[in-house]
């Protein structure tokens, strides 16, 4: 009716209507570690949001940001954030119709071969597909690098050998290296609340608290280094649709939205240089020693330790005796080591795998001083991540949660020392 200029239709009071606590729309949480919850986001949220994320990366408005991006508009990352900065700054965005999974990434790779951004975002998983094509490809490499002024990661950590990769071919490729950052935030909170606005040389860093943003953090009894955060400000919203008992439960006495999400100082001592993410406090675990795990922090160093054979992993242990993973691996560093693997039953087998898996694991975990951070055992799976399934979620991260419930006979083949598809870590006990 718009479109067609029906004379029913009063715009002009439609538009006279809209105040700053108008309801634009109703995003749903994602639902990786509880039931996913509807979000009332108002025009004041997503309004003081971009403000902030101009103000922190002042280039933005400086130059119209031009983006190609798949994330979707349902979840807050694509449809709050990205849209909203396009938007605001008069850049352009081009619609990604590929995805990062294996029979869609193609496409990703085939759109960016044909457009130039100025902002490239993405999630780990994303990045991770997409630097094998940047290595093998010249004039990619050339379009991909050749007015990009950031590269953005959200929604867990890169890994480190991708991290240095991209840094790598892009200085090789224009002599130096363009923004290498993240941010950090919730559905809830429109969503920025932190970001890394200064150069850095390694991943995981969420930074500071955005302008006009309140951030309180609450020590972990267990571990006073590690904070659990809460925020308060404009861009946070008032409380879940039609959920009165949650929304009380997600506010504190002093009107702090409680995140559920971990922290710490990259420096202690040293506010200002930030905090980087430590996980979600929901994925915690403990073994059956009563000794707390804490999942997403050793998922990185798991990461770390495994390079490029790994795209992911999913930790694993809650109620027993120690720690193991289930790898998702990388393909085309498992071809390109000379890696063979057979599959069985939903796992991979191959005795020079788990040699090199088990070393590097061993190796990186050598001095462990206890049972919350070394990892006894692994089981490389042989199918990737389902996304119709929910092993990912909508904006394209691992819902590790998932995983495990779905694959639940592979975690039990993982702790069965007499499968010939488990691999043990040497000097393990």
Not at 394 to 402: D, F, I, M, V, Y
Request: charged share 20%; with cysteine; glycine share 10%.
């Amino acid at each position: 009716a718009l479109l067609k200029g029906d004379g029913a239709v009063d715009v002009d009071a439609a538009h006279g209507s809209v105040r700053p606590d108008s309801v634009a729309k109703i995003l749903l949480t994602s639902g990786s570690t509880s039931a996913p919850k509807g979000v009332p986001t108002t025009h004041r949220m997503m309004c003081t949001n971009q403000t902030m994320i101009a103000d922190a990366l002042p280039f933005v408005a400086e130059r119209p940001p031009v983006l190609v991006d798949w994330l979707p508009w349902n979840h807050v990352f694509g449809g709050s954030h990205n849209f909203n900065l396009v938007l605001a700054n008069g850049g352009t965005l081009y619609i990604d119709d590929g995805k990062p999974v294996p029979a869609l990434v193609g496409r990703t790779i085939e759109n960016l071969s044909m457009v130039s951004p100025t902002l490239s975002f993405n999630v780990p998983l994303g990045f991770a597909q997409l630097l094998p094509a940047l290595e093998r490809d010249a004039a990619l490499r050339a379009r991909y690098f050749g007015a990009l002024d950031m590269i953005f990661y959200a929604g867990a950590s890169l890994p480190e050998d991708v991290w240095a990769g991209l840094a790598r071919l892009a200085r090789a490729e224009r002599g130096d290296v363009p923004l290498m950052t993240s941010s950090w935030g919730l559905t809830e909170t429109a969503p920025a609340a932190l970001i890394q606005h200064e150069p850095t040389d390694r991943p995981g860093i969420v930074g500071v608290p955005m302008t006009g943003l309140e951030v309180k953090l609450v020590p972990d009894s267990a571990a006073p280094e590690r904070f659990e955060v809460r925020v308060r400000g404009e861009s946070v919203f008032t409380g879940y649709l039609n959920a009165p008992d949650k929304t009380a439960a997600a506010f504190d006495d002093e009107g702090f939205f409680i995140t559920g999400d971990a922290m710490r100082f990259v420096t202690p001592g040293a506010p200002d240089r930030g905090l980087r993410f430590d996980g979600r406090i929901a994925e915690d675990f403990k073994l059956t020693s009563g000794t707390w795990v804490r999942a997403g922090e050793l998922r990185l160093e798991v990461l770390g330790s495994l390079g490029g054979l790994a795209q992911d992993v999913v930790v694993a242990g809650a109620d027993r005796d120690e720690i193991g993973i289930l790898i998702f691996p990388n393909p085309e560093a498992l071809q390109s080591g000379g890696f063979r693997p057979e599959k069985d039953n939903g796992a991979l087998r191959d005795a020079g795998l788990a040699e090199a898996i088990a070393d590097r694991l061993a190796a990186r975990f050598a001095a462990a001083s206890g049972s919350a951070s070394r990892v006894a055992r692994a089981l490389v799976l042989a199918d990737p991540p389902d996304m119709g399934a929910g092993e990912i979620t909508a904006k394209g991260n691992l819902n590790p949660r998932r995983v495990l419930d779905l694959r639940a006979a592979l975690v039990e083949r993982l702790y069965d020392d007499a499968d010939p598809a488990t691999i043990l870590v040497k000097g393990m006990p």
